[in-house]
Structures are given as structure tokens and as C-alpha cells.
């Protein structure tokens, strides 16, 4: 009996002694449970706080995978959004403005006035390509083809191109401003005058001989000198006096950016993607995300990929784009930019489809801005994407945006005009709206005589589709008028070619 009590004893003092422990157990547990929910919450509020992800095309980031384990969608972390967006082009001193203010020279250099001087330089520029084709001349035929697109484009989107001339004739006064101790009163007040009148050669002159005495300013006044020629469209003149910038001062943001800048416009990519990597280190060193390295790197991977290396461009758009929306926002027209370059290397690549997501991306950022020459880009190459993937109906109203935009412009472009019309009426024959098609060829047909007369090949080439129109819908009397045309135009110019190759047997046989 008094075993059995001794048992029961130890039995409710053992229960006992494990009550107290679960108690204790769980009364540590408590805090840890409610701590994990805390940091739950808190998680939860950083991820709503995250901008949109920016995902890449897959052919831009794959390589990247290699180096790093990081997955094709990039999360960008929170930044804080400065109120000043850094301006990548130099601003006048604050002497300079004192001389020579900006609204001063602005007056003196009309609109009028400076849209004559282009038109002028074009028709220049025309007959120097002529001579250049005449003579073979491979080289400059290439370079006034180059500088004859730059004029057009100018021409076209004339009043963001003349405010870009004004900010060009500012820094260069301002830099005069700078640089008066080096120069003769009367050279000084002479160059001055020159920028604020319009002649930019004289200017020109006399940096480049504060550039001979290879002073302190030298590398500065090769640097101006180089875009005032760029102003004047002598792209090869330029590009020299760049080069003698970069040489006499290789780690100035503004130098490397516009050497690399129409190093590429030139095609010479390779040149300008050393000049982008060497702005990239530069700006890099600053330790500082800006808008300005940004933008760099952005150039740095669009000339990377021009010369085929993918890897780079990925790792460096990817940084890029995470910088830009952190700082400027996910819909800025510079993130548009971005989008549509993507864009145009993946069609480069064949990657059709991987180009649309990319070239939408960036018509949904560009419509609300003012860089129309970027948008008419973007919407031509996203509807000639759907021509090529035959999606006609979804190219139609790109193809009508775009007309009425190349329409609107100051100087249209009639050449890409009647072809961007000549596209259009394609879009619609191909979709079985015949009445839109041949309305849209008319509109090709009136532009493309005007432009090259009514005799030339293009115009019975467009003569010959309103022909197959005609026939389709039934208006037999004019489709046989449209072939006629057509046919005699071919035979006129098979008799020139004939023509033009006896009498060049003719000329080697005398020779």
C-alpha cells in the first residue's frame, strides 16, 4: 500500500514538472511567432512600395546568366527620386550669359533665317553628291549621303533642331567668354558677332588657332570648334576636330559623349564604343547614379550590340533601365528610347516576335512627348514588324499614324513620305480593302511624280499596282490605262539603259 502511494506521488509530481516546462516552452515561442509576423508585414509593404519590374528580351540578358545568378527579370529596388534631373549639355557660364544672353542671340538668329540656311546647305549638299557619284567617289559619297539624311531629318523637325542650333551658338559663346585672354579684342568681338549673325565659319576659325598655340584651352576650342562644324552639317570636319579634343583631353563627360556620338552617326562603331566605355569609367568614378551615366551606359550598349557583342549590351541596359526608372520614372521618354533601341536589335537578330513587346513598350512611352522624330521611328518600325509577321490589320493604323505625322511636319520628307503612303495602301490591298488601297497608291503615285517625274520607273511601278486594283474591283477601262502608262514608262527606260550601255562600249573602245 505504501509503494502504491509512493508511485502515485512521483507519477503527479512528473506531471506536474512537464506542465511547468510546456509552459515555459510556449511562453517563448509567443514573442518569435509575433516577431515573424511583424517582419511579414513588412516585407509585404516594401514589395508594394517596389516599382514595376523591368524585364529584358531574353537575348540581351542570357549571356549575362553566365557571370551572374541573376534571372532575366530585374527587381529594382526602391531609389529615391531627385528633384533636379542632371543636363547633359554644358551650360554657359554665368559670365558668359552677362556678355551675351541667350534670348540676345536667339532674337538675332531667326527661325526663318536659319530654316534658309538649311534648305540652302541641302541643295549644296545635293549637288555635291552628284559630282561625288559622277566621279566614283565611294568615301564622300557615303558622307554627304550621311549628312543629306541629318539636313532632312533637321528640316523636318525644324523647330527642336533650330533650338539645338541656339543652345550650340550659346555654349560657343559662352566659351569664347571663357577663353578671352587668349584672343585679340578685335578676334574676340569678331567671333562674337559672327555667332550671334550666322556665320559659324569664322568662329570656327579662330578656335582652331587657340587650338594651334596648344594652350590651356586648346582641348575646349577644339571641342567647340567641332560643333559648330557639327551645326554646319560638315560631318567629316567635325569628327577631325573631335578627335583633336578627345587627344588633348580624354576625360571630359561632354568631349567623349559628342565624339561618340557621331562617331556612330558615321558608322565608325568601333571608335565610338571606346569613347563610350572610357565616358562610362569616367562617370563611374563620380560614385553617384545619375541620369548622365545612365544615358551613357544605354549608348555604350546600343553601340556594343552595332558591333555584335550582346553580352556587354545586356549587362549594360539592364543597369541602365534600372537607373533611369529609379530616377526619372518608368514612362520618361528616356526609358522610351531604351525600349525602342531593344527593339531594333532584336529584329536585327531575327527575332521578329521577341521585337514587338519592345517597340509597343516604347510607342506607349513616346506618344505622350515631344520627340516626334522618334516616334515616327518607332510607329514605322513596329508596322513594318506586322507587315513582316502578316499582320496587316494591326500595321494599318501604325501606317496612318505615321502619314499624318510625316504629313504635319515643317518640311515632309516626300521621298519617305510616298513610301510610307505606298506601304499603307500594301497594308489594305493585302487585307482585301481594295478601295482604301488604291485611294492610299493615288497619294504615292501624286507624291513620287512631283518628286521624280512622271516618267520614272518608281511611278510605273505604282501605276503598275493601281493596275491589279482596277482589275480586282472590276474597272477594266481604267486598269488597261494604268498598264498602258505603265508599259511605256518600263520601255523609255530600258532605251535610256540601252542607250547609256553603248555609249559607254563606245568610250572604251576610243579609250
Same mark, same amino acid.
Given at each position: 500500500?505504501?509503494?502504491?502511494?509512493?508511485?502515485?506521488?512521483?507519477?503527479?509530481?512528473?506531471?506536474?514538472?512537464?506542465?511547468?516546462?510546456?509552459?515555459?516552452?510556449?511562453?517563448?515561442?509567443?514573442?518569435?511567432?509575433?516577431?515573424?509576423?511583424?517582419?511579414?508585414?513588412?516585407?509585404?509593404?516594401?514589395?508594394?512600395?517596389?516599382?514595376?519590374?523591368?524585364?529584358?528580351?531574353?537575348?540581351?540578358?542570357?549571356?549575362?546568366?553566365?557571370?551572374?545568378?541573376?534571372?532575366?527579370?530585374?527587381?529594382?529596388?526602391?531609389?529615391?527620386?531627385?528633384?533636379?534631373?542632371?543636363?547633359?549639355?554644358?551650360?554657359?557660364?554665368?559670365?558668359?550669359?552677362?556678355?551675351?544672353?541667350?534670348?540676345?542671340?536667339?532674337?538675332?538668329?531667326?527661325?526663318?533665317?536659319?530654316?534658309?540656311?538649311?534648305?540652302?546647305?541641302?541643295? $549644296?549638299?545635293?549637288?555635291?553628291?552628284?559630282?561625288?557619284?559622277?566621279?566614283?567617289?565611294?568615301?564622300?559619297?557615303?558622307?554627304?549621303?550621311?549628312?543629306?539624311?541629318?539636313?532632312?531629318?533637321?528640316?523636318?523637325?525644324?523647330?527642336?533642331?533650330?533650338?539645338?542650333?541656339?543652345?550650340?551658338?550659346?555654349?560657343?559663346? /559662352?566659351?569664347?567668354? &571663357?577663353?578671352?585672354?587668349?584672343?585679340?579684342?578685335?578676334?574676340?568681338?569678331?567671333? #562674337?558677332?559672327?555667332?550671334?549673325?550666322?556665320?559659324?565659319?569664322?568662329?570656327?576659325?579662330?578656335?582652331?588657332?587657340?587650338?594651334?598655340?596648344?594652350?590651356?584651352? /586648346?582641348?575646349? &576650342?577644339?571641342?567647340?570648334?567641332? %560643333?559648330?562644324?557639327? #551645326?554646319?552639317?560638315?560631318?567629316?570636319?567635325?569628327?577631325?576636330?573631335?578627335?583633336?579634343?578627345?587627344?588633348?583631353?580624354?576625360?571630359?563627360?561632354?568631349?567623349?559623349?559628342?565624339? &561618340?556620338?557621331?562617331?556612330?552617326?558615321?558608322?565608325?562603331?568601333?571608335?565610338?564604343?571606346?569613347?563610350?566605355?572610357?565616358?562610362?569609367?569616367?562617370?563611374?568614378?563620380?560614385?553617384?547614379?545619375?541620369?548622365?551615366?545612365?544615358? /551613357?551606359?544605354?549608348?555604350?550598349?546600343?553601340?556594343?550590340?552595332?558591333?555584335? $557583342?550582346?553580352?556587354?549590351?545586356?549587362?549594360?541596359?539592364?543597369?541602365?533601365?534600372?537607373?533611369?526608372? =529609379?530616377?526619372? =520614372?518608368?514612362?520618361?521618354?528616356?526609358?522610351?528610347?531604351?525600349?525602342?533601341?531593344? =527593339?531594333?536589335?532584336?529584329?536585327?537578330?531575327?527575332?521578329?516576335?521577341?521585337?514587338?513587346?519592345?517597340?509597343?513598350?516604347?510607342?506607349?512611352?513616346?506618344?505622350?512627348?515631344?520627340?516626334?522624330?522618334?516616334?515616327?521611328?518607332?510607329?514605322?518600325?513596329?508596322?513594318?514588324?506586322?507587315?513582316?509577321?502578316?499582320?496587316?490589320?494591326?500595321?494599318?493604323?501604325?501606317?496612318?499614324?505615321? %502619314?499624318?505625322?510625316?504629313?504635319?511636319?515643317?518640311?515632309?520628307?516626300?521621298?519617305?513620305?510616298?513610301?510610307?503612303?505606298?506601304?499603307?495602301?500594301?497594308?489594305?490591298?493585302?487585307?482585301?480593302?481594295?478601295?482604301?488601297?488604291?485611294?492610299?497608291?493615288?497619294?504615292?503615285?501624286?507624291?513620287?511624280?512631283?518628286?521624280?517625274?512622271?516618267?520614272?520607273?518608281?511611278?510605273?511601278?505604282?501605276? $503598275?499596282?493601281?493596275?491589279?486594283? #482596277?482589275?480586282?474591283?472590276?474597272?477594266?477601262?481604267?486598269?488597261?490605262?494604268?498598264?498602258?502608262?505603265?508599259? /511605256?514608262?518600263?520601255?523609255?527606260?530600258?532605251?535610256?539603259?540601252?542607250?547609256?550601255?553603248?555609249?559607254?562600249?563606245?568610250?572604251?573602245?576610243?579609250?
Amino acid at each position: 500500500m505504501n509503494n502504491l502511494l509512493i508511485i502515485i506521488a512521483l507519477a503527479v509530481a512528473v506531471l506536474i514538472i512537464l506542465v511547468l516546462i510546456l509552459k515555459k516552452s510556449s511562453g517563448k515561442k509567443a514573442p518569435l511567432a509575433e516577431k515573424e509576423k511583424v517582419e511579414e508585414e513588412r516585407e509585404e509593404i516594401a514589395r508594394e512600395a517596389e516599382p514595376e519590374p523591368v524585364t529584358l528580351p531574353e537575348e540581351l540578358v542570357v549571356e549575362e546568366a553566365v557571370e551572374e545568378p541573376a534571372a532575366a527579370e530585374v527587381v529594382i529596388e526602391p531609389k529615391v527620386v531627385k528633384e533636379e534631373t542632371p543636363v547633359l549639355e554644358p551650360e554657359p557660364e554665368p559670365e558668359a550669359e552677362a556678355v551675351v544672353p541667350e534670348e540676345e542671340a536667339a532674337a538675332e538668329i531667326s527661325l526663318a533665317s536659319y530654316e534658309e540656311r538649311l534648305l540652302a546647305l541641302k541643295e $549644296q549638299r545635293l549637288a555635291e553628291l552628284t559630282t561625288a557619284i559622277e566621279k566614283n567617289e565611294e568615301g564622300r559619297r557615303e558622307e554627304l549621303q550621311v549628312e543629306l539624311v541629318a539636313l532632312t531629318e533637321a528640316l523636318s523637325f525644324l523647330q527642336q533642331s533650330y533650338e539645338k542650333e541656339i543652345a550650340c551658338r550659346n555654349n560657343a559663346l /559662352a566659351a569664347l567668354e &571663357a577663353m578671352k585672354s587668349e584672343l585679340e579684342t578685335a578676334d574676340y568681338e569678331r567671333a #562674337c558677332e559672327s555667332l550671334s549673325a550666322g556665320d559659324l565659319e569664322e568662329a570656327e576659325g579662330i578656335f582652331d588657332d587657340i587650338v594651334e598655340r596648344n594652350g590651356a584651352f /586648346a582641348a575646349a &576650342a577644339a571641342y567647340q570648334s567641332g %560643333c559648330l562644324s557639327e #551645326c554646319r552639317m560638315d560631318f567629316s570636319r567635325a569628327m577631325d576636330r573631335f578627335d583633336k579634343a578627345v587627344t588633348l583631353d580624354g576625360n571630359s563627360p561632354d568631349v567623349l559623349r559628342s565624339a &561618340a556620338l557621331l562617331a556612330r552617326k558615321l558608322y565608325l562603331h568601333k571608335k565610338a564604343l571606346a569613347w563610350f566605355s572610357t565616358l562610362v569609367k569616367l562617370l563611374e568614378e563620380q560614385e553617384e547614379d545619375t541620369v548622365e551615366l545612365a544615358l /551613357a551606359r544605354r549608348d555604350q550598349a546600343y553601340t556594343a550590340a552595332l558591333v555584335g $557583342q550582346h553580352k556587354q549590351a545586356g549587362v549594360l541596359y539592364k543597369q541602365a533601365m534600372v537607373s533611369l526608372t =529609379g530616377l526619372v =520614372g518608368k514612362d520618361d521618354p528616356e526609358m522610351g528610347v531604351c525600349w525602342f533601341q531593344i =527593339g531594333k536589335l532584336q529584329e536585327a537578330l531575327g527575332q521578329y516576335e521577341k521585337a514587338e513587346d519592345p517597340y509597343s513598350k516604347a510607342l506607349a512611352i513616346m506618344s505622350g512627348s515631344r520627340e516626334n522624330m522618334i516616334l515616327g521611328e518607332i510607329l514605322d518600325k513596329l508596322a513594318g514588324l506586322y507587315m513582316e509577321l502578316e499582320r496587316e490589320v494591326e500595321a494599318i493604323p501604325l501606317f496612318e499614324r505615321l %502619314c499624318v505625322l510625316k504629313e504635319e511636319s515643317s518640311h515632309p520628307d516626300n521621298a519617305s513620305l510616298a513610301m510610307t503612303y505606298n506601304n499603307l495602301a500594301e497594308a489594305y490591298r493585302i487585307s482585301g480593302k481594295y478601295k482604301e488601297s488604291e485611294e492610299n497608291y493615288k497619294h504615292s503615285l501624286s507624291i513620287t511624280e512631283e518628286l521624280r517625274g512622271k516618267d520614272h520607273a518608281a511611278v510605273g511601278s505604282i501605276l $503598275q499596282e493601281l493596275a491589279q486594283l #482596277c482589275d480586282r474591283q472590276g474597272k477594266k477601262d481604267e486598269a488597261e490605262a494604268y498598264r498602258e502608262r505603265a508599259a /511605256a514608262i518600263f520601255q523609255r527606260v530600258l532605251e535610256e539603259q540601252e542607250a547609256a550601255g553603248q555609249e559607254s562600249v563606245k568610250l572604251n573602245l576610243s579609250e
